[in-house]
């Protein structure tokens, strides 16, 4: 579910019921964002039928959120932040019909996978 609201402090303020938002039919989470005052767009994203409550940064909201905001802002090249407790800042990028987006990163794991052929 996407859910623009009308401001970024509408956004900042959202305090969502995760009891209430596992029981949506409609999809895995809910994305919600608003017009940025620093930055072109800012977004939170919740996912609580998935155990995450909020996700800290969301590269594959993006993916939709970047598409969205290029036709609303007619821009090509665009600055987002997410506004978790944690946060970040996504530097975005339409490019044709892919989604570049790039940023500072937590490496989660490093490791190698082995793939075996029959």
């Known amino acids: 579910m996407f859910i ?22 409609k999809g895995l989470g809910v994305i919600v964002t608003a017009k940025g005052t620093d930055v072109d767009f800012v977004s939170r994203c919740f996912y609580p039928k ?9 590269g594959s909201a993006h993916s ?4 969205f905001w290029s036709r609303i802002l ?4 665009m600055v987002a932040k997410q506004l978790s407790e944690r946060g970040g800042i ?5 490019a044709g ?4 987006i790039s940023g500072r ?3 989660y794991m490093i490791g190698d996978i082995n793939i075996i052929q029959n």
């Open 64 to 67: 939709n959120l970047v598409p």
């Open 90 to 94: 996504l530097y975005c990028k339409m």
């Open 4 to 25: 623009v609201l009308e401001t970024e402090e509408q956004v900042k303020k959202l305090t969502p019921n995760f009891s209430k938002m596992v029981k949506l039919d």
């Open 105 to 107: 990163a937590v490496p």
């Open 74 to 77: 007619n821009k090509r090249v």
């Open 50 to 58: 998935l155990g995450v409550n909020e996700d800290p940064v969301t």
């Open 97 to 100: 019909d892919r989604v570049k």
